[in-house]
C-alpha cells in the first residue's frame, strides 16, 4: 500500500467524474488537513460543507466508535434505540413532527419531491434559476445549471426554473398544477446567494393561495452553517419540508427530509432506504447535534462569518477584480470579474482550500470549529491573493 501513488490510481481506476486538483489528502484534525508529503492547509472546503465541526472532532469519534461495536445496521422495519432518539432530538430542535432518515442530500431532495406529489396529486415542480440540488435524476431536474443536466435530458417532466428573488416570476409559476416549489435559502453552488426575506414570505403565501407546497433545501445550510442551526429560522418562515444533509452527522453520511402536517404520515411502502437511518450515522448526527449546541456554535458562526464579511467588503471595495461579496454565517463568497479557478490554485499553493461556486465566485464553506487565528488567515490570503490580481 505503501508504494500506491493515489493521484495516479483515482485517475486510471476512478469513474473521472471528478477534476482532481493535484493534491492527496491523508489526515485531518479540527480546520486542518495534511497532505502525503506533510504539508498542512487550512480547510475551507470541509468535505464540500459536511465537515462541520471540523477532522476528527472527539466527540464524533467517540460516538462512533462506542457504537461501531453496539450495532451498525439496522433497518427501517425495525425500530432502533439510537434512531428513536435522533428523531425525537431532530423533532425538537426543527419543529417538525416527522423526519425520514437518508444518507445524502440528492436522496433527501428525491424523498420530498416524492412526497408532494403523492399528497398533492399534482405534477409540477417550480424551482429557481441558479439552484443547485443534487445530481440524481429528480435533483437534478431541479437543478438550474444547463452543463449539469442537458447530457442527460429528458429529464422530470413539468419542471419551470425561475428567477431567484423574482416575486413577479414566481406569481406566475405558481399555479393549481404545482405540486411544490423547492428554494435554497442560501445558493450553495449558484454564488452564495442569499434570499431576500420578502421572496421568502412571498413563496409561502403563493404556496398557501395555490395549495403547493413549499421545499427548503438545507442541505448546505443547515445545522448551524449560516449562524441559526437552520436557515429557515432567520426568515420567519416555516416551510413544508427541509431537506438535510452534509454536517448533519460531521461528515459521516446523513440526510433527512423533516416533514411538516400538511404532508403528514406516508403510506407504508411509499418511499424507504437501506442504509438510512442506521445506527452508525445516527450515533454521530446525535454527537454532532451536542456539540453544536453545547458549544453554540450557530451564534459562533454568526459572529465570524460577519467579521470575515466586512473584512472583505473592506478590503475589496475599490479592488477592480472584485464584483460582489455576499455570504450568511460561516458561508462566504467572493464574486470576481474574472475565472476562479486561478484563484483556486494560487490559495492551495499558500496552504488554504477553498470552493468555486459557479465560475467566478471563490467559495468559503469552513469549518465551524475553526480557530479565529486560522480564519483570520484564510481570510487574509483571500484578500491578497485577489488584490494581487487586480
Known amino acids: 500500500m505503501s508504494n500506491i501513488d493515489p493521484l495516479s490510481v483515482e485517475r486510471e481506476h476512478g469513474a473521472g467524474v471528478y477534476a482532481l486538483r493535484g493534491l492527496t489528502i491523508v489526515r485531518g484534525e479540527g480546520a486542518r488537513v495534511w497532505d502525503a508529503q506533510g504539508r498542512a492547509y487550512i480547510d475551507c472546503i470541509a468535505g464540500h460543507g459536511a465537515a462541520i465541526l471540523g477532522h476528527a472532532h472527539p466527540a464524533v469519534v467517540r460516538a462512533l466508535a462506542e457504537q461501531a461495536g453496539r450495532l451498525v445496521s439496522c433497518p427501517g422495519t425495525f425500530a432502533n434505540n ?44 417550480v424551482a429557481a434559476t441558479r439552484g443547485f440540488h443534487g445530481r440524481t435524476t429528480g435533483a437534478l431536474s431541479l437543478t438550474w445549471e444547463p452543463k449539469y443536466r442537458r447530457p442527460f435530458e429528458p429529464l422530470l417532466p413539468e419542471v419551470t426554473h425561475v428567477p431567484f428573488n423574482d416575486v413577479e416570476a414566481a406569481t406566475k409559476a405558481i399555479s393549481g398544477r404545482t405540486a411544490a416549489v423547492i428554494v435554497e435559502p442560501v445558493q450553495g453552488e449558484g454564488g452564495v446567494r442569499p434570499a ?82 442506521n445506527p452508525l450515522a445516527c450515533a454521530a448526527a446525535l454527537a454532532t ?29 475599490d479592488t477592480p477584480a472584485v464584483r460582489e461579496v455576499r455570504g450568511l454565517g460561516l458561508m462566504v463568497g467572493v464574486e470576481l470579474r474574472r475565472r476562479v479557478t486561478p484563484l483556486l490554485r494560487a490559495l492551495q499553493e499558500d496552504g488554504v482550500l477553498a470552493l468555486p461556486a459557479g465560475p ?3 467559495r468559503l464553506l469552513p469549518p465551524l470549529t475553526i480557530g479565529e487565528d486560522d480564519w483570520r488567515r484564510a481570510v487574509e490570503t483571500v484578500i491578497a491573493h485577489i488584490c494581487h490580481m487586480s
Not at 99 to 114: I, T, Y
Not at 239 to 248: E, F, I, R, T
Not at 293 to 307: D, S, Y
Open 196 to 277: 431576500d426575506p420578502e421572496y421568502v414570505a412571498a413563496l409561502r403565501s403563493l404556496c398557501d393561495e395555490q395549495g403547493a407546497l413549499l421545499i427548503f433545501d438545507e442541505v448546505q445550510t443547515g445545522f448551524g452553517r449560516t449562524g441559526r442551526l437552520f436557515a429557515f429560522q432567520h426568515f420567519g418562515v416555516v416551510p413544508d419540508m427541509v431537506a438535510l444533509a452534509k454536517g448533519m452527522a460531521a461528515g459521516v453520511p446523513a440526510g433527512a427530509v423533516a416533514i411538516g402536517p400538511r404532508v403528514g404520515a406516508l403510506p407504508a411502502g411509499s418511499h424507504g432506504s437501506t442504509f438510512g437511518g
Open 360 to 362: 467566478t465566485v471563490v
Open 289 to 317: 447535534l451536542d456539540v453544536l449546541e453545547g458549544e453554540n456554535l450557530p451564534a459562533r458562526a454568526a459572529r465570524l462569518g460577519a467579521w470575515a464579511l466586512g473584512r472583505l467588503r473592506r478590503a475589496l471595495a
Open 82 to 125: 439510537v434512531r428513536a432518539v435522533l428523531l425525537a432530538r431532530l423533532a425538537h430542535v426543527t419543529g417538525f413532527p416527522r423526519f425520514f432518515l437518508c444518507n445524502s442530500g440528492a436522496e433527501a431532495v428525491e424523498a420530498a419531491l416524492k412526497f408532494a406529489r403523492l399528497v398533492t396529486g399534482r405534477p409540477g415542480l
